[in-house]
């Protein structure tokens, strides 16, 4: 498709249940980004993939968070043992390549994945 | 702890009249500066992009950027009740690719 797909689109567990979110990103592009959003505010960074390398992941709230990208293109993050404090929208974005002290291009969202944990 | 500063709002103007957008970030070595329109429910929708300091216009908008002020704004001429909604301010980690948010202005427009 044309812009970053992510799926599914809303997601209700149970507390306690593993999740798994996944983002399929603009044809081409190298970077790719998760970002948490809590109702009322900006979206928080994750992780970030450039490629198949996860280069950064110091965003990530706890060791229950794991994100993954194995061939460079569609990512999965997984939250295992979900707590209430998880329930937000979780946006993908990616981005044509941009590296350390290089001028960001800019991201592209996808319509995130609203996790609702009960 | 580097932050990226935006009044929440609600910022209520008239429509056809131009509205102002602030943003300040605290990290002296970013580079490249962001803004994003996000409707209610909707998915982040980049709106501008700004890397040197001075003015950047595209249509309706106009970003600024002031780096010895660690300042960026965005003016909407002629607002539209569609221009309503919320404006993210985005910054680049300086050191990588990640950006960080501001947590938003609501911009409501009234016809």
């Known amino acids: 498709g044309a812009g970053v797909s992510q799926s599914p689109r809303y997601k209700v567990a149970k507390r306690g249940q593993d999740v798994a979110l996944r983002c399929d990103p603009i044809?081409?592009?190298?970077?790719l980004f998760w970002y948490q959003q809590a109702l009322g505010q900006g979206p928080e960074f994750l992780t970030y993939?450039?490629?198949?390398?996860?280069?950064?992941k110091s965003g990530l709230p706890s060791d229950r968070f794991f994100a993954e990208r194995p061939e460079g293109s569609v990512s999965t993050l997984k939250i295992q043992r979900t707590q209430q404090e998880d329930s937000a929208v979780y946006l993908c974005?990616?981005?044509?390549?941009?590296?350390?002290?290089?001028?960001?291009?800019?991201?592209?969202f996808g319509d995130g994945t609203r996790l609702s944990i009960l | 702890q580097k932050e990226v500063e935006q009044n929440s709002g609600p910022l209520s103007v008239p429509e056809g009249a131009i509205a102002s957008l602030n943003c300040t970030y605290s990290?002296?070595?970013?580079?490249?500066f962001f803004w994003y329109r996000q409707y209610s429910g909707k998915s982040p929708e980049l709106i501008m992009s700004?890397?040197?300091?001075g003015d950047k216009e595209d249509g309706r908008f106009t970003a600024q950027l002031n780096k010895a002020s660690q300042y960026v704004s965005l003016l909407i001429r002629d607002s539209q009740p569609s221009d309503s909604a919320t404006y993210l301010c985005?910054?680049?980690?300086?050191?990588?690719?990640?950006?960080?948010f501001g947590g938003g202005t609501r911009l409501m427009v009234k016809p």
């Open positions: 974005a990616s981005s044509l390549a941009g590296g350390r002290g290089t001028i960001n291009q800019p991201q592209h």
């Open positions: 985005a910054v680049d980690g300086g050191a990588g690719n990640m950006l960080t």
């Open positions: 990290d002296r070595v970013s580079q490249s």
């Open positions: 700004i890397y040197s300091n």
């Open positions: 044809s081409g592009h190298v970077s």
């Open positions: 993939f450039q490629n198949e390398a996860q280069l950064d």
